[in-house]
């Protein structure tokens, strides 16, 4: 069968490798459908991981963890709603289970984390094996649409983390596919979205979700407690990458207030320590998410299939998928999700 395989650092090739063959008791055998590719694609891709000191050891490996496809086989002992022909989306997480964040409940934040299409092979393939707790039937939905659950599931995750809640007002920082889903997961609890950006298509986006969307022109400061009042946002969220920013999340951000750095940067960044006991602000980060939470990825993405779908913008077959990758990271504004079709 076929697969796209990245064999060195930005080097991506669609070849031939072996069938994985019956899936073992407790998995499902796999045909993914659609493949979205992402901001961390493209670190892997360069081998632009800041904890790794040697890039090589990060290949080969066949990418893809924002995933939907069909179940062709199922393993003995799986639940009953996985049935062969079933669509699902993939939740790449898997925690080791005896490490301090598996043993409370946080297998996202696994010291030892096995990601699909990070750590172990990814859905740029044909055929996979996934564990039975890591698909989610995901019913009618086409599955480009399918393939922005995961996205979406980091959204979710972010706004627990970030507590928000009925009608609160929440700055996104950068409407990227993950400010979008941002704007998702925000809305989804009663709150009001305000997303920020410099690129008018991108905010385009944001406004078709229902956000209200600002320009930066001028001091940004001042445009945002325009929209929030006095007291500042509850909650700002940096999906930017851009370092500095997080220290303008601290800035923006009401007093007893949360900021949710959702973006990756290996850069370090200048912070105002004094804010925080001043403001008394929470400064969290956030990884993936939980089981539950990809659950609600699947309902919100089906109930707001209208405004998802145009969040797809470029779709590529299987044989294209170096071209795809290579599309989407040259084309950042362009491109808002590229998916690869298999
Ligand atoms: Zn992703
Ligand atoms: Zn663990």
């Not at 790794?52 to 496809?69: C, F, K, M, N, T």
């Not at 044909?126 to 995901?138: D, G, I, K, R």
């Not at 006095?230 to 207030?257: I, M, N, Y």
């Amino acid at each position: 069968m076929r697969a796209a395989v990245t064999r060195s650092r930005g080097v991506m090739e669609v070849a031939s490798v072996p069938e994985p063959g019956a899936p073992a008791p407790g998995q499902v055998l796999v045909h993914p459908e659609a493949v979205g590719l992402c901001g961390s694609d493209f670190h892997y891709f360069l081998g632009d991981i800041g904890t790794i000191e040697d890039p090589s050891v990060l290949y080969p490996r066949i990418q893809g963890h924002e995933a939907a496809g069909t179940i062709v086989a199922v393993g003995d002992g799986c639940p009953p709603q996985l049935a062969e022909g079933v669509r699902v989306a993939l939740w790449p997480v898997h925690g080791c289970g005896t490490c301090y964040p598996c043993r409370i409940g946080r297998p996202n934040a696994c010291t030892r984390l096995s990601l699909i299409g990070v750590h172990q092979e990814g859905a740029l393939q044909e055929q996979l094996h996934v564990p039975a707790a890591q698909v989610f039937p995901v019913g009618d939905l086409d599955a480009p649409l399918a393939a922005l659950i995961e996205p979406v599931s980091i959204a979710v995750r972010a706004v627990v983390r970030g507590r928000v809640a009925d009608g609160e007002r929440v700055v996104v920082l950068g409407a990227g596919p993950i400010g979008q889903a941002l704007a998702l997961a925000a809305f989804d609890r009663g709150a009001e979205v305000l997303v920020v950006d410099t690129v008018q298509s991108r905010l385009d986006h944001a406004e078709a979700i229902g956000a209200d969307v600002l320009s930066p022109d001028g001091r940004l400061a001042d445009a945002v407690r325009e929209w929030a009042g006095d007291d500042g946002p509850e909650v700002v969220f940096e999906a930017t990458g851009v370092p500095e920013l997080t220290q303008t999340c601290v800035e923006l951000v009401a007093q007893a207030g949360r900021v949710v750095v959702v973006s990756l940067s290996n850069d370090p960044a200048p912070l105002r320590i004094g804010d925080l006991p001043l403001k008394e602000v929470d400064v969290l980060g956030t990884s993936c998410c939980l089981s539950d939470e990809f659950a609600t990825a699947v309902d919100i993405v089906s109930r707001r299939r209208d405004v998802a779908a145009r969040l797809v913008t470029h779709e590529f077959p299987l044989a294209e998928a170096p071209r795809a990758i290579d599309y989407a990271m040259k084309n950042r504004t362009e491109v808002m999700k590229a998916v690869v079709r298999i």
